[in-house]
């Protein structure tokens, strides 16, 4: 009988189709009221978006609001020509963020202070405020809580590229990491140290994000009845789920935009910073395999209530973790060609 009416659901899908392609009316039509695969990533959405105005004056929107705007002050402080004043539509809710991180003394991230409090000193040092506004009174008062909890260093501000940090390698180098660099599933029987983790996260974290917001974190399970349950989840690890060393979940969080034209930039921010994630595991000695999370309900369910995962939080992928089997045999997995990729317009 299930698969009678699967077959008559997939008969009625087939001829509904093309009337929900014709338009998008019918398409919203079509996702409301026959086809149920779009509902989660809505709820999602709008979860998000219910979290973020919720707590928007909380300290953990306030880190959002500052990533997304100090990042932009930057942007605007290393234009050429740089405007005698800019950011005039969002340095109101820039104060009002920062009010509302130094209020919460238990969670200050006393690193993005730092940031917010250089950034924001440059950009009120160069522009030209007219008499008697308050954006920069507001600030001067600000200062005088934050200067005593800075530890002196370098400051974290727009500088020169050529003061940046620079790597010892060709491209010829960098290809063969590219090419060393692939998907395993055959790993030795060792256990993967949480500081190789950590590293890894690190180089990870220096991935560009949209406004610099990184609205994703990792979970990791590297032993026990997690891991057991977490690998053997995802439809990708049969025949090698029980020999994985360390499964990293890579979660993202729609609770950092207000705004629903947002919400596949946690897939980019993400994809972007797996792929350092991988290549920095490969200068450690250890080996990866990205497992696909296809968007299936009972699945997203399940790793949901084994991640505990709040309503607006999506996974993206899965990677595997692992000291690689020497003797593993690799797929060869032919890869398409500069040019196949690559035109010009």
């Known amino acids: 009988m299930k698969k009678q009416l699967q077959q008559i659901r997939q008969k009625l899908d087939k001829v509904l189709l093309p009337y929900a392609a014709k338009s998008r009316l019918a398409a919203t039509l079509y996702y409301a009221f026959f086809n149920p695969h779009f509902r989660r990533e809505q709820h999602a959405t709008a979860a998000g978006r219910h979290h973020y105005h919720l707590h928007e004056e909380s300290s953990s929107i306030a880190t959002v609001i500052l990533r997304r705007n100090i990042h932009r002050l930057e942007k605007g402080?290393?234009?050429?020509?740089?405007?005698?004043?800019?950011?005039?539509?969002?340095?109101?809710?820039?104060?009002?963020?920062?009010?509302?991180?130094?209020?919460?003394?238990?969670?200050?991230?006393?690193?993005?202070?730092?940031?917010?409090?250089?950034?924001?000193?440059?950009?009120?040092?160069?522009?030209?405020?007219?008499?008697?506004?308050?954006q920069p009174v507001t600030f001067a008062a600000l200062k005088v809580q934050i200067t005593p909890r800075l530890a002196q260093s370098r400051p974290s501000a727009p500088a020169p590229y050529e003061q940046r940090p620079r790597a010892d390698i060709s491209y010829e180098q960098f290809l063969i990491l590219c090419q060393q660099r692939c998907s395993v599933r055959t790993f030795l029987p060792q256990s993967v140290p949480k500081a190789v983790l950590e590293q890894a996260v690190a180089a990870a974290a220096q991935a560009p994000s949209a406004c610099n917001r990184q609205p994703f974190r990792y979970i990791a399970a590297t032993e026990g009845e997690m891991l057991n349950k977490l690998a053997n989840l995802p439809m990708g690890t049969v025949g090698y789920a029980n020999g994985i060393p360390a499964l990293l979940?890579?979660?993202?969080?729609?609770?950092?935009?207000?705004?629903?034209?947002?919400?596949?930039?946690?897939?980019?921010?993400?994809?972007?910073?797996?792929?350092?994630?991988?290549?920095?595991?490969?200068?450690?000695?250890?080996?990866?395999?990205?497992?696909?999370?296809?968007?299936?309900?009972?699945?997203?369910?399940?790793?949901?209530r084994l991640l505990k995962l709040q309503p607006f939080e999506r996974v993206v992928m899965l990677i595997a973790v692992g000291y690689p089997d020497p003797q593993a045999l690799i797929p060869h997995s032919e890869k398409k060609t500069a040019t196949e990729l690559l035109t010009y317009v």
């Not at 919460?104 to 950009?123: G, N, T």
């Not at 729609?254 to 994630?277: G, T």
């Open 77 to 134: 402080l290393s234009m050429v020509p740089r405007k005698s004043l800019f950011a005039l539509d969002y340095i109101d809710e820039t104060l009002t963020a920062l009010q509302n991180l130094l209020a919460d003394h238990q969670a200050l991230d006393l690193v993005l202070l730092k940031y917010c409090h250089d950034v924001m000193d440059s950009y009120f040092s160069v522009t030209q405020w007219p008499d008697g506004a308050s």
């Open 249 to 304: 979940a890579v979660v993202g969080d729609l609770s950092a935009y207000p705004f629903e034209r947002d919400r596949h930039v946690i897939y980019i921010d993400a994809s972007l910073a797996n792929m350092q994630l991988m290549l920095a595991l490969e200068t450690m000695g250890l080996a990866s395999c990205s497992i696909n999370w296809p968007d299936i309900e009972n699945y997203e369910a399940k790793i949901g």
